[in-house]
């Protein structure tokens, strides 16, 4: 399901994590150290692990956030596709611009909830993400960071378990455990500020 691999994205590790009493401290510091941008665009892999597998399932691509308007992700590898992600829907297109899934949050209720945390995450929002995730980490020297969230709502913890964030000026790796088992692991680079949609890109969110 879509929303699930949205959601599915993971990794654990024996970390020196803050004390929770200087977690809001640090969430302060390391939304500091983001740099504030109304478009961002560059490439991605996620590696997802299936429980009982051993050889990972990658894919490569393209991403854009664009603040107001959605997530838009386009896939080069193993095959192109597009999931374009708003407020309101999830769209995935093959390769030919055929719709082969979509999702309306009046008829999914609990769509809104993982759109709206999968914005925060790609964004770092950590002021988002306090609502509905406990928040520990630590700051890594001058300007990198790290964050561990522990979801608070149950419908959350029925999905996953814990997210971990890395970055800088930019969100650079997500890691997602997921309770059955699973786990993800997407990578971005070449992460590049921008001030305007493409025309291409704009018609995605149309």
Known sequence: MLRRQLLALAGLGALPWAPAAVAADIAAQVRQRLQDTELLRGEFEQSKTLKGFKKPLVSRGQFLVARGKGVQWLTREPFASTLVVTEERLVARQ?????????????????????????????????????????????????????????????????????????????????????????????????????????????RFE
Do not use: H, Y
Request: aromatic share 6%.
């Open 95 to 203: 390769a030919d611009g055929r719709i082969s899934a979509q999702l309306n949050t009046r008829d999914e209720p609990g769509l809104r909830v993982v759109n709206s945390v999968m914005f925060a995450l790609l964004r770092g929002d950590v002021a988002a993400l306090s609502v509905r995730f406990s928040v520990d980490g630590e700051l890594l020297g001058k300007d990198a960071w790290r964050l561990r969230l522990v979801p608070r709502e149950a419908a959350l913890l029925q999905v996953f378990t814990q997210v971990d964030i890395d970055g800088d000026q930019f969100v650079r790796s997500i890691k997602m455990a997921e309770v059955q088992g699973d786990s993800t692991v997407i990578r971005f680079t070449a992460m590049v500020p921008g001030v305007a949609l493409s025309r291409d890109e704009e018609v």
